[in-house]
T-cell receptor
Framework: SQQGEEDPQALSIQEGENATMNCSYKTSINNLQWYRQNSGRGLVHLILIRSNEREKHSGRLRVTLDTSKKSSSLLITASRAADTASYFCATAPTSGTYKYIFGTGTRLKVLA | DAGVTQSPTHLIKTRGQQVTLRCSPKSGHDTVSWYQQALGQGPQFIFQYYEEEERQRGNFPDRFSGHQFPNYSSELNVNALLLGDSALYLC???????????FGPGTRLTVL
């Protein structure tokens, strides 16, 4: 079964609004990463947050991690049409494996 | 500095055939992971190579095999192709296991 599950599955917002997507996972993790994918192409790395971190920022992106709830959120502020893409979280478990597990993704559509 | 490159971009095969996909990692990266992404799904971990050895394997049959060369480039081989093997195959490289993964553009495999 999937380790990471994103919520919502799809999100449609107006340009300039903020977009929030969530990721839940099942086991303890080493780190959690967020990726963006445009139209079935390669994934672009956005942010890596380690298990001992609670929040990270990168430009218009803010990621939070709550290890007690086994969840993470990605906030995109002041969204643009170019942010239209699928967003995935990926977790690296701490069980001594090297297997990143991806969720099914959130499809974000930003309307101009 | 070139990022992760993959070849070919697209490939069409028939059932029962064999295919080899190639990946060159980002300069300086020693770890290569392969993923299969079906349409509308998140990437599924196939295996990871480090120091020319398969370090971790996902839930894929033995028909899926790989190789890593001394220059860290990698190949993914799939034997006895099935219709269900049609997918986007993604290669990702990283510097050691628990750092950011950089993805290539993928190889779109269609099995007829």
């Amino acid at each position: 079964s999937q380790q990471g599950e994103e919520d919502p599955q799809a999100l449609s917002i107006q340009e300039g609004e903020n977009a929030t997507m969530n990721c839940s996972y099942k086991t303890s993790i080493n780190n959690l990463q967020w990726y963006r994918q445009n139209s079935g192409r390669g994934l672009v790395h956005l942010i890596l947050i380690r298990s001992n971190e609670r929040e990270k920022h990168s430009g218009r992106l803010r990621v939070t991690l709550d290890t007690s709830k086994k969840s993470s959120s990605l906030l995109i502020t002041a969204s643009r049409a170019a942010d239209t893409a699928s967003y995935f979280c990926a977790t690296a478990p701490t069980s001594g494996t090297y297997k990143y597990i991806f969720g099914t993704g959130t499809r974000l559509k930003v309307l101009a | 500095d070139a990022g992760v490159t993959q070849s070919p971009t697209h490939l069409i095969k028939t059932r029962g055939q064999q295919v080899t996909l190639r990946c060159s990692p980002k300069s300086g990266h020693d770890t290569v992971s392969w993923y299969q992404q079906a349409l509308g799904q998140g990437p599924q971990f196939i295996f990871q190579y480090y120091e020319e050895e398969e370090r971790q394997r996902g839930n894929f049959p033995d028909r899926f095999s790989g190789h890593q060369f001394p220059n860290y480039s990698s190949e993914l081989n799939v034997n006895a192709l099935l219709l269900g093997d049609s997918a986007l195959y993604l290669c990702a490289s990283s510097l050691t296991a628990y750092n950011e993964q950089f993805f290539g553009p993928g190889t779109r495999l269609t099995v007829l």
